[in-house]
């Protein structure tokens, strides 16, 4: 992690924090920032949130360069709802394993094989992906848009299968899921997680929707990072076992320090409940993205329109 006391790298200011503030000046620019970003990327970001509160705030934001620290669908995301401005991510790498789990061409196909059903997104998807389908969702509020759908109206649920699985549960929809998924998310040891149950028999489980049922029957909460947030701020429970993108206890940390937040061990000994595609961002790359205005987010015009209807219906849904 990189912070004003560290030996800067060639050709880096000394303090990027401070660097990083007067290129929001210049640029009149905004960062915004996921919660599985790394601490200091979270320290410098004007405003951190989930899918559906970063989608509002690019909506809504009178800045002339976003700054998104976060992977490529949410910087995609910023620049459908901002076509005329410039979108900046800080580390053209930054993908996501589950929308590469959705490829457009065979995507096409699934659609093609199901002419009746509407399609239901979920935001962690390509461009290509947001145009074919009908309303955009987040972990947020699909639960909440599937329920405002006719009962009769037959759904594709796209592309994460638990989230689909969550969904369905919750509404009691009969939901056609394309069979998507999150390394990070599915990557978690239902065993192990006992084991630190065990360990910290006070502790509650909290946990996100995009992992799989086998840790979902055990969790004291389910909810998107945001509503994981909230949930351990008000609850009077002191200890947590946080299941989902390590990079979130670093805000929990922040809002409650006085209570104890513990990841979630996954199966294999490594760090892979830590995001690698989120990680790939830096304060570093974010300073020279800001500087350089580059690598910029551009997609095709016809793409970026028929994208747009399904994100806008999903903002109107969650009003």
Same mark, same amino acid.
């Given at each position: 992690?990189?912070?004003?006391?560290s030996a800067p790298a060639i050709g880096l200011p000394k303090d990027l924090f401070g660097a990083i503030e007067t290129l929001k000046t210049e640029l009149n620019a905004?960062?915004?920032?996921?919660?599985?970003?790394e601490p200091d990327i979270q320290d410098i970001a004007d405003y951190i949130g989930d899918s559906l509160g970063l989608s509002q705030k690019a909506a809504a934001t009178?800045?002339d360069v976003i700054v998104f620290a976060g992977v490529h669908f949410m910087a995609e995301t910023a620049k459908i709802l901002n076509p005329d401005k410039m979108v900046?991510?800080?580390?053209?790498?930054?993908?996501?394993?589950?929308?590469?789990?959705?490829?457009?061409?065979?995507?096409?196909?699934?659609?093609?094989?199901?002419?009746?059903?509407?399609?239901?997104?979920?935001?962690?998807?390509?461009?290509?992906?947001?145009?074919?389908?009908?309303?955009?969702?987040?972990?947020?509020?699909?639960?909440?848009?599937?329920?405002?759908?006719?009962?009769?109206?037959?759904?594709?649920?796209?592309?994460?299968?638990?989230?689909?699985?969550?969904?369905?549960?919750?509404?009691?929809?009969?939901?056609?899921?394309?069979?998507?998924?999150?390394?990070? &998310?599915?990557?978690?040891?239902?065993?192990?997680? +006992?084991? =630190?149950? /065990?360990?910290?028999?006070?502790? !509650? @489980?909290?946990?996100?929707?995009?992992?799989?049922?086998?840790?979902?029957?055990?969790?004291?909460?389910?909810?998107?990072?945001?509503?994981?947030?909230?949930?351990?701020?008000?609850?009077?429970?002191?200890?947590?076992?946080?299941?989902?993108?390590?990079?979130?206890?670093?805000?929990?940390?922040?809002?409650?320090?006085?209570?104890?937040?513990?990841?979630?061990?996954?199966?294999?000994?490594?760090?892979?409940?830590?995001?690698? &595609?989120?990680?790939?961002?830096?304060?570093?790359? +974010?300073? =020279?993205? /800001?500087?350089?205005?580059?690598? !910029? @987010?551009?997609?095709?015009?016809?793409?970026?329109?028929?994208?747009?209807?399904?994100?806008?219906?999903?903002?109107?849904?969650?009003?």
């Open positions: 992690m990189f912070t004003t006391a905004i960062v915004l920032a996921h919660y599985y970003q009178d800045a900046l991510l800080p580390d053209l790498a930054a993908g996501c394993s589950l929308a590469d789990s959705c490829p457009p061409a065979e995507f096409a196909k699934f659609k093609a094989a199901h002419a009746d059903h509407i399609v239901v997104s979920y935001i962690n998807c390509t461009a290509e992906i947001k145009a074919m389908s009908d309303i955009i969702c987040t972990s947020s509020n699909a639960v909440k848009l599937v329920n405002q759908l006719p009962p009769e109206q037959p759904i594709i649920f796209a592309p994460d299968r638990n989230l689909g699985r969550y969904v369905a549960a919750q509404t009691g929809r009969d939901l056609v899921l394309w069979q998507g998924s999150c390394i990070v &998310h599915e990557t978690f040891s239902e065993k192990k997680m +006992l084991q =630190l149950k /065990m360990e910290h028999p006070n502790a !509650e @489980i909290v946990a996100h929707p995009e992992c799989e049922a086998a840790i979902l029957r055990h969790a004291n909460f389910i909810g998107s990072t945001t509503a994981l947030l909230k949930y351990v701020e008000s609850s009077e429970t002191q200890q947590f076992i946080v299941v989902t993108e390590a990079g979130i206890i670093h805000q929990m940390e922040k809002q409650v320090p006085q209570k104890l937040f513990i990841p979630a061990p996954p199966e294999a000994n490594c760090q892979c409940n830590e995001c690698p &595609h989120m990680r790939l961002n830096t304060l570093e790359k +974010l300073y =020279l993205a /800001m500087k350089n205005r580059t690598p !910029e @987010i551009t997609l095709p015009a016809d793409i970026q329109q028929q994208a747009l209807a399904p994100i806008q219906r999903m903002l109107a849904m969650s009003a």
